[in-house]
């Protein structure tokens, strides 16, 4: 019997010894006590990782008795590193406060480095890793995701938002290897561009909801104000692994705000000497188990013709946009639902008709809006939840110019059920997604009506596993199904080698597909006239592979921090769709037999010294359709790029930035060859407690195309215009007020 006792005794012990314990963290801002939801913690001696919920509770479980080292981060914020002795003394929570970086700090999550997807440089900069990145589907900080992913956000988004507060535009166009493509000479249309590629091959997201494609992607990123956004993700590359069809050249992911314990409540006004003015509001605050999100903007602009050549250069337009948000926090459960509505009456062309009505050339958009957002997460378990989301959107558009119109509903949906696994080093996403995309033609067009119905049934699998501290690999496939088309099969892959903690590698590439639509470029600028019904008997998807490989060093020399990267491309599309035209005047599209393809590369360089910033950026792209044997610059495609930014920062107090990018020739539809240029801006803000001021001198070298040549020909009842290819409004001054209460 005393031997019993005595082997119980030793196995109680060795049990006590051995027992699984828990360390729960209460994660919250240091100046309001708010809650951190989302915050990271890192048990750093067992490697596990934990996720604030959205009481800012972050719980470890299982964890043996002993002495460990937690790391606390949070995006803003300084992180910190407490000693847990487990087990506790007392069974409570640990009350984490982190304190929030100066705004210089949280200006550098946001600068040109984020691009790279790696952190660079100084103790600011450190912070940068733990940004979460949304657009892989993957939460992982940037500084662990194999591919590679640009983020804006913090101050580089206010900046850019200062110089043009109406659309995001500038947010994309002076990044390197993006390109904003102007489609109408008169109406302002414009599409995204990426590494050379038609605007229809980039994917628009606004928080993982695909919602701009199609008959409403040409105007998309002229009806999209950024006061609301918390950051802006792009992938460039094959990413149709990830969503779905369409993001063949990109995708661009728009991360809204969303409600923290302290209320925000701003507003922007903006004027501009080609007669805009931009009004705008934005309310965020949390209410316990609920939060809420409020945006609304008025945008407008009075007919500007800088040329005085008869047209207008920026249309007369006026846009109401309002986009309420509800959030839902439950213990295990948490949802949200929003609403956007959006209405816009857009003309342009001759001056003389909008002012007097008449027989002249005109271009009139009218559009609206209508988009619901629906997601809801449920926890299974500290690692595992699942997710469903549905939006809805429901676009009205009416193109008229003299004698046609082409007016039509589009109708779209997207639903997805995904589960969602995290551990130490591996995270798996499995889910299933179905698109829907009806097009309705109001009226009898000569060419027929160009309704179509594309219903798109997807499954996919995402896998994120850091096989060591020096390789990461993510790994996905999807099928997809679209009617009439049929199946497509994506597989993709990345992988991240961290060679040192000043040197990082990424090399990646996967397969994309667009099916196909008379929704281009081309057809944006026809205005779709004389375009016939895409034939479904005679065409197929477009599809591609795309590769690219970047290298991220960092370093610092004295006082001067340096971040450089470099990044090589290519994406081969086959059979991509060209518009062919016929004797009786009508045109379609139409697989050719041939193929395009685009490479080069993408070069930043980040020079950090005490206040001063400086940005250079480099771009070259060689991309070339390759039909009948023939090989051929691909139009609109600009060879060389440069992107140079100095700011200069007096910290929550004055910013000044000096810009200057540089665009080759380019070749034009017509065969003949632009002219290449400069575009050189000012910008400045003066800052106080609660109010800023600030002011923007774009284009003060008042670049435009129209000193390189008449715009159109014929007459002003006819025109007949040339592409786009540099800027038309010039010399533009807006300046306003921002009011932070």
Known sequence: MKKTALLFAILLSAFYGYAQHSIELSVKNKEDKSVLAGATALLEQLNK?????????????????GKYSVRITYIGFAAKEIEVQVPLAEPTKLEVL?????????????????????????????????????????????????TRVEVISGEELVEKGNMKPGDIRMLLNESTGIQTQQTSATSYNAGIRIQGLDGRYTQILRDGYPLYAGFSGGLSILQIAPLDLKQVEVIKGAASTLYGGGAIAGLVNLVSKTPTEK?????????????????????????????????????????????????????????????????????????????????????????????????????????ERITTQFGITHQLNEKENLQFKNSFSNFNRDIRIP??????????????????????????????????????????????????????????????????????????????????????????ISAMFKISPAFTTRLGGGYGYKTPSIFTE???????????????????????????????????????????????????LNNPLVLVGSPSGYSSFENSTGYLDTKGMETNLRLTYGDFKLFLGYTYTD?????????????????????????YEIEGKLKIGLEAYHFSQQRLNDGTTGQPYWIVGLMAEKIWDKFSLFINFENFSNTRQSKFGPIYTGTVNNPNFKDIYAPVDGFVVNGGIKIRL
Do not use: C
């Open 522 to 572: 081309e057809g944006e600028r026809l205005q779709f006239q004389n375009i016939l019904p895409i034939n479904v008997n005679n065409t197929r998807n477009e599809r591609s592979i795309g590769f690219n490989w970047d290298l991220n060093y960092k370093t610092r020399i004295g006082e001067v921090g340096v971040s450089f990267n470099h990044l090589f491309f290519y994406t081969r």
């Open 98 to 146: 982190l304190t929030a970086l100066a705004k210089k700090g949280k200006k550098e999550e946001g600068e040109h480095k984020d691009e790279h997807g790696d952190e660079h440089g100084d103790e600011h900069e450190h912070e940068m890793e733990e940004v979460i990145v949304k657009a892989t589907r993957i939460s992982r900080t940037i500084a662990n995701i194999p």
């Open 623 to 647: 991309a070339n359709t390759h039909f009948a044997n023939t090989k051929a610059w691909l139009p609109l495609t600009a060879k060389h790029r440069l992107n140079n930014v100095l700011m």
């Open 263 to 367: 209320k925000e409540l701003s507003f922007l006004a903006n004027a501009t000497s080609a007669g805009g003015l931009d009004l705008s509001g934005f309310y965020s605050e949390r209410y316990g188990k609920a939060g809420l999100t409020v945006f609304a903007s008025r945008n407008s602009n009075r007919p500007f013709d800088p040329a005085n050549n008869g047209f207008t250069a920026i249309p007369k337009f006026e846009r109401y946009s309002i986009n309420p948000r509800l959030f839902l926090y439950g213990k295990k459960t948490n949802a949200d639902f929003g609403v956007n509505y959006l209405t816009e009456d857009r003309i342009g062309g001759s001056m003389n008709y909008i002012k007097n009505g008449g027989t002249d050339f005109f271009e009139k958009n009218k559009t």
């Open 49 to 65: 990782t934990v996720i604030a919920d959205s009481n800012g509770i972050a719980l470890f479980k299982n964890i043996p008795a």
């Open 403 to 492: 004698n046609y119109q082409f007016d039509a509903l589009q109708q779209s949906s997207f639903s997805e059920f995904t589960w969602n696994r995290n551990s130490e080093s591996s995270d798996w996403v499995i889910g299933a997604n179905v698109l829907t995309d009806k097009l309705s033609e109001r009226g009898q067009p000569l060419s027929g009506k160009r309704d179509y119905q594309f219903n798109t049934f997807g499954l996919f699998v995402q896998n994120a596993w850091t096989v060591s501290e020096k390789l990461v690999l993510e790994t996905g496939l999807r099928a997809d199904h679209v009617n009439n088309y049929g199946w497509e099969l994506l597989p993709r």
